[in-house]
């Protein structure tokens, strides 16, 4: 039997990816005039914001004493994972140096960035982990400086535990400021913050294509899409949790795709008949949003095998990966397309979102074929260097001479071939006539 949809995705009209392209386009431009007071024009229409945008030390005092201490506490756990983490990661980076023949000397050193931006959502949820997974991130690496920003809410400024997070993060600048306006400020060095190197952190569809149109001259760590969410399961797993957990994820917003793929139509039917009742015990806004994810994105494909279950993770490429299956050490050897993975009935993707310590700045849309999430390696070049003494010219200035000449580039080879005469007594290779 071929793998058949038991709930397929509905047709979506025309994207409005033109539109958003080209009003990103002429605020980035605005921005790039106008600065500071454009900046400042944008936070009071869009966000309906007049206060600071610059976040003073003693703001953030006061806001951290207004956080309740389970919270904080809370906070600190998650921020102790994530940190501890992304420390085993740097540790994996090492420099090193060989030579590769005598007298040639190559190696590579690991350099932080000096400066990094990081953008917190806090739109109609209070990203709290976002700002962790960021800017702890970014610190672990050993960036010398990194500039927060989070939109503010009318009256109320950044959210009290997002300031918290942030701080205990290590945030060195923070501005209260979202969208557009918050990457260019970030970018340009605005508001006093240090103009970035880098631009991290999930957005809506501005602020990623914000992100996406200052690549180049400025790093980032992905383009990210809406969030996604696979769960893959056997006739062993429990219909429960399944269901909330395709739920849970779908809670992200209306375009915010989940797959359910197995090989039991039993467990299929069950967690598609729960899912209404899952959905109504939501509060809004949550509910109509994943219920809307639900009834126009969500797949549920069965299949015969787990190597078909794979087959189709590995095709999809989403951005959480989630196996409730038999035999996890199969699986974690077999699947290779995703941005993270959990694995066994005992994780859920809400762990990787909040707590558990590896980042949730993760690849959607499918780029997760090519690419991981956000991790110390993305403030970090790994750059090379090379020596070369007396005793490695001959061989290395005849090859370098020889390849060049090969390739019509004459410069090359004299560059080459002039060490010989400062440095070796060994003729030159002829030029050829």
Known sequence: MAIRHLKSARPQPPGAQADTADGVRILLAQLAQGGEDKALDLARRLDGWTGPIVVTPEAVARAIATVPQ?????????????????????????????????????????????????????????????????????????????????????????????????????????????GVQAIAAMAQGLFGARPADIIVGPGNQYVAEAKRQMFGPLGIDMFAGPTDSMVLADEGADPDLVVWDL?????????????????????????????????????EPNRSAAAEAWDSLAEVILCDTPEEMAAVADRFGPEHLHVQAHDLDWWRARLSSYGSLFLGAEATVAFGDKASGPNHVLPTSGAARYTGGLSVHKFLKCVTWQQVSAQALPDLARVTASISRAEGMEGHARSAEIRLDKFCAMPRLAANT
């Open 70 to 178: 389970g919270l904080r506490d809370d906070i600190a756990y998650a921020h102790d994972n994530i940190r501890r983490f992304a420390e085993a990661q740097r540790a994996t980076c090492a420099d090193m140096q060989l030579e590769l023949r005598p007298g040639l000397v190559a190696g590579q050193r690991y350099v932080p960035l000096a400066a990094a931006g990081a953008y917190v959502p806090g739109g109609r949820y209070a990203h709290i982990a976002s700002a962790l997974m960021t800017i702890t991130t970014a610190k672990v690496a050993g960036v010398g400086h990194v500039t927060a920003a989070s939109p503010a809410r009318a009256g109320q400024g950044i959210p009290a535990p997002i300031l918290y997070a942030m701080h205990l993060a290590g945030a060195d600048h923070i501005l209260a400021l979202g």
């Open 247 to 283: 739920v849970g994820q779908a809670e992200h917003g209306a375009n915010s795709p989940v797959w359910l793929v197995t090989t039991c139509e039993s467990l299929a039917r069950r967690v598609m008949e729960a899912v209404p009742g899952c959905l109504a015990q939501l509060p």
